[in-house]
């Protein structure tokens, strides 16, 4: 009896020990799944705090796009109808507090919007507000963003962005200018300006965008980028016109030609003197003569050099204007420029001499502070207006040199200078310093022959022999900014579609 009751008393104790190794058991996965959870969690946590900005953009984005397409809340009329006076009172007294509270909260999340787009980052760079509206961006080098090709094959001797940065032209072999489109899908032009005598050296949008000058051969054209008529031709020289461009104000055009001089024409007087229609069909030689005849008579404002003035010795092959058409600057193969004073109806004022070698580019800064040329040699020189001697000479080109151009200046004393030629490589200069900030390499398989930066300083566009038409996107200083740029670009897109800015 005694053996028997000792043996159940030691099932039931192992029964108690076996319940208690289950229990710790159940304890050690309960504690392990509560762990796991816990890291999880704090993982989503983490996911979460990373993108709680993304998170409510998006519902900021959405609401307002809901809200300004729902808009405030409206009356029922039938539902008035029904109600008595007292009734009605109250109804409309609630709408208009309805309303009220409406417009403040769609105004609140405006300024919630606006506040973080003015907000910097904890590096202290520049708010997205400041990049995007109050001062373009201060470039220090490109990458590539869209290549056109000419169908024909041929090469590009200028480019340029109209104001608004929605339309680019060249000019080259095929004597007609392009204008293209540079988000279209096709990558083909949207408009071709043909009837040219020969090839179309340079073209240049006016201030305005509502004209563009063309040189070919020794005549001008002036057509209408927006219907593709021509609105003037004219005979303009005595020989090849190398190059021509708008003044800044909008009132004189200037070219300049093999025969030795520079021409400021008043662009009114060309368009009402000069011939209107559409475009030129020209026959063979024998009939060219009596065919231009009666468009010679446009008048220039302008002859450089006046007569009996001395002037360059050689071809003429850029000429540009001052901010306030004051003065024109003419680069030519004798290795000068020459300033000649439009006050003094085109005297001749100052000889700049430094260049060895042809003179293949000139372009002045935004308040004509400084100039930049460049020649045959790779050699490129800043120049202050008011003095003859160069500022800067800068070396670092090891081939011909075809473009020197300027930015707009984002702040004073960080201007920039862009130049590219036969070398295969785009540099960007400090204008003041004289320094060389960066270096892109060409992806054109030929020279380049042109370049021009848009008014924002977030595109380049270049232009070679190779039949390329490239755009660039600008690099800024520091990689971060940049993240801010393309980061305002998609919130102004969204903000767009919410409500009107």
């Known amino acids: ?3 028997g009751v000792a043996k159940r008393e030691d099932k039931a104790w192992k029964k108690v020990q076996k319940a208690d190794k289950r229990k710790a058991a159940l304890g050690k996965v309960h504690a392990d799944n509560k762990t796991t959870q816990s890291k999880s969690s704090e993982g989503h946590a983490k996911v979460a705090k990373a993108t709680g900005d993304q998170r409510y953009m998006n519902k900021l984005f959405a609401s307002l796009s809901t809200e300004e397409t729902e ?5 029922a009329q039938e539902e008035l109808d029904k109600m008595t006076e007292a009734a009605k009172e109250r109804h409309l007294f609630l709408h208009e507090k309805a309303v009220a509270a409406y417009h403040e909260e769609k105004a609140r999340k405006k300024a919630s919007a606006w506040k973080m787009l003015h907000k910097e980052d904890k590096f202290g ?7 995007i509206k109050e001062e373009p961006m201060a470039v220090t080098a490109f990458r590539s963003s869209k290549t056109f090709k000419n169908a024909n094959g041929l090469g590009s001797y200028s480019c340029m962005w109209n104001n608004a940065g929605s339309m680019i032209l060249t000019t080259g072999h ?6 293209w489109r540079p988000f279209a899908v096709n990558g083909l032009p949207a408009r071709k300006l043909k009837g040219h005598k020969g090839w179309t050296i340079q073209a240049c949008f006016s201030p305005d965008d509502k004209n563009i000058c063309c040189c070919s051969s020794d005549e001008m054209y002036i057509w209408d980028p927006t219907n593709g008529t021509l609105k003037a031709e004219w005979e303009a020289h005595d020989a090849m016109i190398n190059g021509c461009q708008w003044s800044n104000t909008g ?17 009114k007087t060309a368009i009402s003197k000069g011939k209107k229609g559409a475009a030129v069909v020209h026959h063979d030689d024998e009939d060219e003569e009596d065919e231009h005849k009666h468009h010679k008579g446009v008048p220039a404002d302008f002859t450089l050099p006046m007569e009996g003035e001395r002037g360059h010795s050689s071809a003429i092959i850029k000429a540009a204007f001052s901010h306030d058409d004051s003065f024109v600057i003419t680069a030519a193969k004798d290795n000068l420029l020459i300033m000649w004073n439009l006050k003094t109806k085109g005297c001749k004022d100052r000889v700049f001499q430094g260049h060895r070698e042809a003179v293949l580019n000139i372009a002045i800064n935004h308040d004509s502070s400084r100039m930049v040329s460049c020649d045959n040699s790779g050699m490129i020189i800043v120049w202050d207006p008011k003095v003859e001697t160069p500022v ?4 670092e080109h090891t081939d011909i040199c075809y473009v020197a151009i300027f930015c707009r200046e984002a702040k004073e004393g960080r201007g920039r200078i862009i130049s590219a030629g036969h070398d295969g490589r785009i540099l960007v200069w400090n204008t003041y310093e004289g320094t060389l ?9 030929s020279w380049i022959t042109s370049a021009h930066m848009d008014m924002s300083n977030l595109k380049l566009i270049t232009a070679g022999m190779d039949s390329k038409l490239i755009i660039w996107q600008s690099l800024p200083p520091a990689p971060k900014q940049y993240e801010w740029v393309e980061r305002a670009v998609r919130f102004f897109k ?4 919410g409500f009107r800015l």
Request: proline share 4%; glycine share 6%.
């Open 437 to 445: 900030i960066g270096e892109t390499k060409s992806q054109h398989s």
């Open 494 to 497: 969204k903000l767009k579609r």
């Open 1 to 3: 009896m005694g053996k």
């Open 392 to 395: 800067h000479m800068l070396h």
């Open 71 to 75: 808009g405030p809340p409206e009356i």
């Open 125 to 131: 760079f520049m708010s997205v507000a400041d990049i």
């Open 174 to 179: 095929d004597r007609s200018v392009s204008l």
């Open 251 to 267: 009132k004189y055009i200037v070219s300049c030609s093999n025969d030795l001089t520079a021409k400021v024409w008043s662009a």
